[in-house]
């Protein structure tokens, strides 16, 4: 009988998680501070795996209000953390376009094909397939679309940049705009609170033209190819060792790590719009470094050492040097 009562707690909150999700997901594409969140999700032109890493903290503390609504209902947290772990891994591999349709399948589960349309930007796939594993929520609430043309993934109006504050930040800054140019709190908090869709559309063009400088894309070039793709794996490990060993680390070790991914990643869309400025970048990340390792040996050498690199950044042959080697070389 035991048995029987947790199999259906299991199945019941199963069925509750993704209801739940459902809801979140659907607000998160209908409200404007929470689609500030989301956004970064859908920016991507392409539909891989890496998309379904695209979760922004904004987005990841926003979601976590919903998910604690499931211990009120009466799920114990720990049978809950582990729904989450195993909805957040069915939910990667629907990110590809790898998997074509799957059958009978199609009618039960979410698949790569019905996420896909998701994605996609065609007027006739907007605001469609909500769902994270099952697919009846979006029949049920007239939400669901198949796939029967080619999706076009991204938004409706692509981000016009590689940087990573900007791609963060941009819906942000776009809100706050509308919000300026209305006079009373109500028609305030109606931006906030409305439906992107109604959202001014000359707000973006005239903040990117305000914000953005020309955008020069980096050549293609072995050296810089060499160089992202080792900045990626760099920070991709650096992040699976602070989240396999947070627990264990100290205060002074996390502030060091989220420093450099944080920079790293904001290094890397610099890196593929040629921003001359990325040299200075460089340098505040190996101070960032050099300073964790002479706290980390408790030695001064190494800070002296950090001391002679920022007398290079007024260096004008090494700024031409490396400025070279990350956009010239062939």
Known sequence: ????????????LFLAQDFFYYWFHRY???????????????????FNYT??????????????VFWCLLPWVGFHPSM???????????SFFTHTQLVKNLGFLENVFVTPSIHGVHHASNEKYLNKNYGDLFVFWDKLFGTFAKEDEPPVYGLTHPIKSYSFLWQHFHYYMEITEACKREKTFIQKLKIIFGNPELLNQDIRPALE???????????????????????????????FLVTFFFESLE????????SFIVITLINCGALLEQRRWIYYLEIIRVLILVGFLSLFFNTYII?????FLMLLTFVQPVQQWYLKAVYEAE
């Open 251 to 258: 205060t002074t070790d996390k502030v060091f790590a989220s």
């Open 28 to 46: 998160a594409h209908e409200i404007n501070f929470l689609w500030g969140g989301h956004v970064v999700h859908h920016q991507s032109e392409e």
């Open 209 to 239: 033209e305000r914000f953005l400088p020309e955008r020069r894309l980096a050549k293609e070039n072995h050296n810089l190819k060499s160089y992202l793709n080792i900045q990626i794996v760099a920070i991709v490990s650096l992040l």
């Open 303 to 307: 800070l002296l050492i950090a001391g």
């Open 1 to 12: 009988w035991d048995e029987l009562v947790g199999s259906n707690v299991r199945a019941a």
């Open 51 to 64: 998309v379904s890493a695209r979760i922004t903290i904004f987005q990841a503390l926003i979601r976590n």
């Open 80 to 90: 809950v953390m582990t729904t989450l772990v195993i909805h957040g891994a069915y």
